[in-house]
């Protein structure tokens, strides 16, 4: 019996994007471990199947120390040479099923605030333009879902973020994603809801397309609002941009680092694939927020909304 878990007023670990994928198909089941990481990942300079190994505890150790330092980490080529251009043909495939909303937003995904000026970060909105390609519309077979659901691969991002174990959603759409963004697309300053995100970028664009983040600028202690207003009015004294290429694999905490892709220059698309995991299995993401990013609900968000909605007031966006 699969329990579901909303997204509430405390939840750190609540579905950004995604929605889910075939909700009682076997294959999607929590754990799956069907395919093997070879070739589709540097293991020689990755061993994430020998983790308790010599270095596999060096790379752990690694990731962790850069996490703690700014809450994110980059593993370099971490998808080989020769299995980039597989890898970068999937999400070109998968791309026009990307679904577009287009969006203004500020920091916080929230309403703005009339009591503070208009300077204020909670009034500071701007064009929302990516696209999103729901795992629904992502096969079992594809190799970005063969990560997604690979034990090796989850225990060692378990492992990195400090978490006894964690879960593949059970949301049909939310639970692995590609980002999608065309030429003057950006996705504006934000935090994430989810505490963390992995991501893998498998095309780049000509130009723009930066990742930037501010380390560490909130803190469950306050949201500083001072610092983040000097950032959005363009000061990068604390700011890190990362030059992301195809087949780097981020590990993000993008609670409290507040963060960016700049607009996309050129004809050529900007993908990144998401992969979402929570605390506890059976994680679902909210039929609204399905319906906002995805413009559909899946069987089972329908379902959620008929069965569910009295609890309705204890959900945040
Ligand atoms: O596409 C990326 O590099 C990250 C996008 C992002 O921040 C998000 O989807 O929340
Ligand atoms: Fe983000």
Partial sequence: MIHFHYETAGSKLSSVYSEPEQFMSVDTSVNANDASLDGLIDLARYPLNDLDGEAGRALIDQCRRQLE????????????????????????????????????????????????????????????????????????????????RNADFQRFIATVVGMEEIHQYADPLADLVVNVLREGCQHPWHYDTNEFIVTMMTRQSHGGGRFEYAPGIRSPEGENFEEVEKVIDGDR?????????????????????????????????????????????????????????????????????????????????
């Fill in 237 to 317: 004294s604390r700011l890190k941009s990362l030059d992301l290429q195809p087949g780097d694999l981020q590990i993000f905490f993008g609670r409290y680092s507040l963060h960016r892709v700049t607009p996309v220059e050129g004809d050529k698309e900007r993908h990144t694939v998401i992969f979402a995991y929570a605390k506890e299995p059976g994680f679902i993401g909210r039929p609204e927020r399905a319906q906002r990013i995805f413009g559909r609900m899946a069987p089972v968000h329908e379902q959620l909304l008929k069965d569910g909605m009295e609890r309705s007031d204890s959900l945040v966006d």
């Fill in 69 to 148: 330092d700014d809450g994110c980490v980059v593993l370099k080529n971490f998808v080989p040479e020769q299995a980039l251009e597989r890898l970068e043909r999937e999400t070109e495939r998968l791309s026009p099923e990307a679904h577009y909303n287009q969006t203004e937003t500020n920091p916080y995904n929230s309403d703005a605030d009339p009591s503070k000026p208009a300077s204020h970060p909670l009034n500071r909105f701007d064009d929302r333009t990516n696209g999103f390609v729901a795992g629904d519309r992502i096969g079992n077979d594809t190799i970005i879902r063969q990560v997604y």
